[in-house]
């Protein structure tokens, strides 16, 4: 009997903190529908940057039918495609983080029954669900409207980029908490995160592909999660890979997962402890 009452309970905890999830994630939406005009301001500014880096790949294979084995129709709904996947991995995570130190709410949130870092999941989520919305669409209309059609080579390789781009939103977020966590020691974080957020989009072949890099250096970033953000679903979206480059591609990004995973948890118990024991 105690065992059925303490099962009754777990569930019931379980649904009233994924209530207070949903909560935030509608609530997310809301607020984010609300800034028009940043919402037209990132349309265009995507815009310029998406048609700029079409008219550089068109002006580079002007007179090579393919470079490398990559065609010019590739590069350009590689474009398009890259420009949709950087809305569906906006993180504001390490803004939220470094907002919470800098308020001295950073305690209070952690006594929260709920997880302060889960409530971030959640906003991010919410923001992302009103950005697909707001301007991931605008962007694929105006990309096939004015680039081409980004068009997946067939079913498999479009589900198999859904799947690889769940775990890289997963690698992108965990990467964006771990850093937003040297807000404890670090006072302003602000160019820090804007450099973070400029290198990872050249390192993870978000402006120029990993394939166009010298060997060492693509040897280099094969080892690093970076390229597991961007290139990875890109690639398979394209159709540039080979069964052996994609089984190890998508294994390689479940472990980063996974070891992303274990550090943030790590590192969130080490923060929590320290701030409980401070008092923030």
Request: charge should be positive.
């Amino acid at each position: 009997m105690s065992s059925k009452k303490t099962s009754n309970k777990f569930i019931k905890n379980f649904k009233d903190k994924l209530n207070v999830y949903l909560y935030v994630y509608k609530i997310q939406i809301i607020r984010s529908m609300a800034y028009k005009f940043d919402v037209y301001g990132n349309i265009i500014m995507q815009t310029i940057i998406m048609i700029a880096t079409a008219y550089f790949w068109k002006a580079l294979f002007n007179s090579a039918d393919s470079m490398g084995g990559v065609t010019v129709d590739t590069m350009l709904t590689y474009t398009v495609v890259s420009s949709m996947v950087s809305v569906l991995l906006t993180t504001n995570v390490e803004w939220r983080i470094t907002e919470s130190i800098k308020k001295g709410t950073i305690a209070i949130d952690m006594m929260r029954p709920v997880n302060i870092f889960k409530v971030f999941f959640a906003e991010n989520l919410g923001a992302i669900t009103a950005l697909i919305f707001q301007n991931l669409l605008p962007i694929f209309i105006i990309g096939s409207l004015i680039i081409k059609v980004p068009v997946p080579n067939n079913l498999q390789d479009g589900l198999l980029f859904i799947i690889s781009l769940i775990l890289a939103f997963l690698i992108n977020w965990y990467l964006a908490v771990i850093f937003g966590m040297w807000g404890f020691k670090v006072i302003e974080m602000s160019a820090l995160i804007q450099v973070k957020k400029h290198l990872l989009r050249l390192l993870s072949g978000s402006i120029i592909p990993i394939w166009f890099f010298p060997n060492w250096l693509r040897g280099i970033l094969e080892c690093l999660p970076f390229m597991y953000i961007y290139q990875m679903p890109i690639s398979i979206y394209v159709g540039q890979y080979t069964s052996d480059s994609l089984r190890k591609g998508l294994m390689v990004q479940l472990m980063w997962v996974v070891i992303l995973f274990v550090t943030k948890n790590y590192l969130e118990k080490r923060v929590t402890k320290s701030v409980m024991i401070q008092g923030g």
